[in-house]
């Protein structure tokens, strides 16, 4: 079974804030696209997937993450944007989509969804040291 997050970020993605959540999650990882390049999959040495990284969308509707996420993910603002990343069961993967996703919303705002619960960009940064 995978780890879905979903990190709603409230600016768009640049490809330099892609860029720098690829490298925070493991610059030694291989990188490839997949699906005519909607996703993104970051691999071991032996190039098996750890976790794939769906392109941004934009979501505009008001109340349209709380429907699709339940209610437990809060008032989202839109125009926000939905970054959808799933992690294998493999050893570490968890960690590295945690890292990608947290990368976003520290650079741009928002907050990560997982089944676990929701985090924003302050409250990690507490929770790391770094307030």
Do not use: F, N
């Not at 989509?97 to 919303?105: F, W």
């Amino acid at each position: 079974m995978t780890y879905d997050l979903v990190a709603l970020v409230d600016g768009r993605p640049s490809s330099d804030d892609l860029l720098a959540g690829l490298a925070a999650a493991g610059e030694e990882l291989g990188v490839r696209a997949v699906s005519g390049g909607a996703v993104v999959q970051l691999c071991d040495d032996d190039d098996h997937p750890l976790v794939s990284i769906e392109l941004p969308l934009l979501i505009q509707v008001p109340g349209e993450v709380e429907r699709m996420l339940g209610e437990a993910v809060g008032s989202v603002d839109t125009p926000a944007w939905w970054v959808e990343i799933r992690a294998t069961t493999q050893d570490g993967a968890r960690e590295l989509a945690e890292r990608y996703a947290h990368t976003l919303i520290d650079r741009l705002g928002g907050k990560v969804w997982t089944s676990d619960g929701v985090e924003t960009a302050q409250a990690t940064a507490k929770s790391e040291g770094t307030d």
